[in-house]
Nanobody, 124 residues
Framework: VQLQASGGGLVEAGDSLRLSCAAS????????MGWFRQAPGKEREFVAA???????????DYLDSVKGRFIISRENAKNTVYLRMNSLRPEDTAVYYCAASDIKTRVPANYSYWGQGTQVTVSS
């Protein structure tokens, strides 16, 4: 499974961004796809994940700061998973990664494949 994340950039507080994760490889459709982020000096944290069939979508419910602002979706025809981020805040600044896991999980260690990350910087 190969993953290519894109869509990051420098934006102002209140703006929106849509990150994309293009997946390829013979078996990628059998994996759950997740988004994570890692701010400088902090651990990588789970944001959201889904499966390609659409029956499973879940967010970091404990992460009140993103609840209701971030939306994960997929476009099967393009083999792409998206993370729509609205009302961005300076504390959303991080490198965002997409990853693939063969189980439903929020734990980074359970994800076997990772994209290269895309930087999101939100200025105040």
């Amino acid at each position: 499974v190969q993953l290519q994340a894109s869509g990051g950039g420098l934006v102002e507080a209140g703006d929106s961004l849509r990150l994309s994760c293009a997946a390829s490889g013979r078996t990628f459709r059998s994996y759950n796809m997740g988004w994570f982020r890692q701010a400088p000096g902090k651990e990588r944290e789970f944001v959201a994940a889904l499966n390609w069939g659409g029956g499973i979508i879940y967010y970091a419910d404990y992460l009140d700061s993103v609840k209701g602002r971030f939306i994960i979706s997929r476009e099967n025809a393009k083999n792409t998973v998206y993370l729509r981020m609205n009302s961005l805040r300076p504390e959303d600044t991080a490198v965002y990664y997409c990853a693939a896991s063969d189980i439903k999980t929020r734990v980074p260690a359970n994800y076997s494949y990772w994209g290269q990350g895309t930087q999101v910087t939100v200025s105040s």
